[in-house]
């Protein structure tokens, strides 16, 4: 009797071991983690550096010393400033405003090649943009085209261009861009000056430029 008794319980032991195997485990499991997924939304600003030149003679004037009208050259020189900026995306789609300010080293001598006594030649030193930008990403390349606002020395008028912008970390990006400028002078007393084109002198010039921006929020 006592075996069969010692039997039932070594068998009752080996019964709640198996069924307590089976049961599940209440440890949870270790937590999967979700890989970021970058995304261009967000703020950001940057400085950029490049060259520009004039592409439009509109500076023009009447000397009576010397008789005859002079029209402005094409000079171009140094460009640089810094922007800021944000983006928003919207699947392969990304749609932006930035605003900048630049300097701009390009001084437009008559076509003569001299200043007669201090007149002819015109500095523009600085100029500034507000724009939209609308583009393409693929992952981290974006291609963009943008256009807006455009104002300096004391005039306003308009800009387009494009570039490519592509962010080589999660937080740094770099961009190659070009502008075409255009901006309506009013009667400005550089001498005798006489604009020629409808009551407003014509100042434009292209820039090409490139930059680096610094982006808060990657993902």
Known sequence: MK?????SVAFLGLTAGAMAADLPSRV???PVMAVPVFTWTGFYVGVNAGYGWNTDNGNR???????YYADGGSDGGFVGGAQAGYNYQMGMFVLGLEADIQYA???RDNRYGYAYYGYGRSSDDWFGTVRARAGVAFDRALVYATGGFAYGDGNGGWTLGGGLEYAFTNNLSAKVEGLYVRLNDGHRYDGYFVDYAGGRERDAFGVVRAGLNYRFGSY
């Open 3 to 7: 075996k069969i008794l010692l039997s």
């Open 28 to 30: 949870a499991p270790a």
């Open 61 to 67: 004037f009447f000397d009576p010393a010397i008789g």
């Open 105 to 107: 080293d390009r001084s």
